[in-house]
Nanobody, 127 residues
Framework: QVQLVESGGGLVQAGDSLRLSCAASGRPINFYAMGWFRQAPGKERELVAAISRSGSKTYYQDSVKGRFTISRDNAKNTVSLQMNSLKPEDTAVYYC????????????????????WGQGTQVTVSS
């Protein structure tokens, strides 16, 4: 199995930028499609961005389009989420997740399609 560890969360002000990183170990991430999820208190965990196994396709939730960018470096076993123009509504615990995939171009949208999860990192945006 693969282990995932997130880093880069913190407290920022509205309009600031933050970069989250996910480091994988135990198995190369080129075996997985990857995603970033977030969960605010009292809310369901929701998909923020996803990237296919090869990196050829990406998906973004409408609320973050144009502000967030997901990327992967399979050689370094890392996945990143660059977050710009942050808003208070972005406040949540952010999770890195991996989905077993045998299709280089497949995107996964449902949380139950992801097999492995990081522990989460808190992002707080003040107004």
């Amino acid at each position: 199995q693969v282990q995932l560890v997130e880093s880069g969360g913190g407290l920022v002000q509205a309009g600031d930028s933050l970069r989250l990183s996910c480091a994988a170990s135990g198995r190369p991430i080129n075996f997985y499609a990857m995603g970033w999820f977030r969960q605010a208190p009292g809310k369901e965990r929701e998909l923020v961005a996803a990237i296919s196994r090869s990196g050829s396709k990406t998906y973004y939730q409408d609320s973050v389009k144009g502000r967030f960018t997901i990327s992967r470096d399979n050689a370094k076993n890392t996945v990143s989420l660059q977050m710009n123009s942050l808003k208070p509504e972005d406040t949540a615990v952010y999770y890195c997740a991996a989905a077993t995939s045998y299709d280089y171009g497949r995107l996964n949208y449902r949380k139950d399609e992801y097999n492995y999860w990081g522990q989460g990192t808190q992002v707080t945006v003040s107004s």
